[in-house]
């Protein structure tokens, strides 16, 4: 799987095919990479969310779209994001923070995403809760 995923992020600087990744909804795939491992500082979570980003930032909307209509899009993203800040205190932990939290921004610049950010998870709360939840911690 890691030589798939470092292919797919070499390849995935490449215009064309980007595009062509993207329409094949191997952004799906991605997002549930992402959400079945186990551990978040895995190599494996690093690449699927690095290649994320390349189709997202090669690809520019027509990706942000084919990712904002996924509807697991933002519920892996809210779960890792989660387990990051509940057991993430290393300087690693920080930038995979920063990083699940960039997707997040690129996805929510689709108003058809809107709907998830709202979303209420299996905790009864949505990931518009937990990011003002996070923001404002320090005041609460």
């Not at 689709?110 to 320090?138: K, M, P, R, T, W």
């Amino acid at each position: 799987m890691i030589s798939v995923l470092e292919a797919l992020t070499a390849i995935s600087y490449y215009e064309p095919i980007a595009k062509h990744v993207v329409e094949l909804g191997v952004g799906r795939d991605l997002i549930y990479i992402i959400k079945d491992s186990k551990d978040f500082r895995s190599y494996v979570v690093s690449l699927a969310i690095e290649a994320l980003w390349n189709l997202i930032e090669v690809g520019g909307q027509v990706a942000i779209a084919h990712l904002a209509s996924y509807s697991e899009a933002i519920p892996c993203l809210k779960s890792q994001f989660d387990k990051v800040m509940q057991r993430g205190h290393k300087k690693d932990d920080k930038c995979l923070r920063n990083e699940i939290c960039v997707l997040m921004n690129f996805i929510v610049s689709s108003g058809e995403s809107h709907q998830y950010f709202l979303q209420e998870d299996n905790n009864g709360g949505c990931i518009l809760e937990q990011i003002i939840h996070y923001a404002v911690q320090d005041e609460v």
